[in-house]
């Protein structure tokens, strides 16, 4: 038994694997970071709502930054992306981009963590800026740089951009006719912009 | 001197036309908005900081919303903004709307109303929605109607959504590179993207 186990288990009185803290953790924060925002949730409460000492969040997660991206990961978490965007006709890897996204978020298990990861980023706090290093970086870094065209930040940033506001529009204002589009159309409507993101010149 | 002027008058012991007092209950509403965001503003809170009978907003925009879009409605009016898109090169319209919109928010006087328009939206509320319908119906409708695609109201959506996500990209977040970029090569960039919504088919 670790030290953190040890201590988690002095304040709950019961026994946890270091998994279930963790899971603890990550599901307290994602309802702190929604209710208070980012900036709101404090790093001592979420312990609290996890029932574990906070010095357990550190020891995971080392900073809040480090926790948020660890608590909204999974909706960014698109299954094989980079392989399903590169496979087939280049000309379609806009729609097929748009569509994984898509098809990933209209999860029900997913939804309910992208409404949570919006509610969790005030106008001006560091989680926007979180999110944007992580989306822009981590998840499409890689699929930019699958087409090899210049600028791949800028490339990357505005894709995200777009995704971001798409995600905004369907899923928390729920402004029609986005909202009750299916996903494959939706992603056909958007899918010209994602490509020349990926593979126009300028 | 109407009655509005009149309880203007007594409140402030200082003569005002009507237009001054217009002027000043726009500028209170944009503090007061940007500070507390559209739902925690009130209209007597915009009353009392323009020094005027709340009775006036009623009477001037009838209702919080109609205050709302009468405060932001500059940072949308891009000058000639339906004959800029239309004239000329087809292929160019795209990239002619976003640089009219980016030299449009990159003037000092404008700039400031960008970021106090994004300070007053919360992710949740009812000025995120009234922003949206403002943007895609007044503005963004007519240069879609311009062009004469299907679905014009899914048009005007999505590439109000992208001009929005840029926006809060560039002159929120600050976030490389867009933030450094100038507006004509920023433009070029999105074109495209803006683009695919005007004459694209789908």
Known sequence: MTGEEQTRRKRSG?????????????????AKFAENGFEGATMRAIAAAADVDSALLHHFFLTKDGLFTAAVRDV???????????????AGAGERLARAFLVHWDD?????????????????DGAAGTVRDFLAGDVLGPVVAAFGGGRPDLRASLLGTHLLGVVYMRYVLRSEPLASMEATELAATIGEACQSYLTERF
Chains 1, 2 share one sequence.
């Open 14 to 30: 019961r026994r946890a694997g270091p998994t279930s803290s963790h899971d603890a953790i990550l599901e307290a924060a994602r």
């Open 76 to 90: 960014f978490a698109v299954p094989d992306l980079v392989a399903t965007v590169v496979a087939g006709d280049p």
């Open 108 to 124: 029900p298990e997913v939804r309910p963590r992208v409404e949570a990861l919006i509610r969790s980023v005030r106008s001006f």
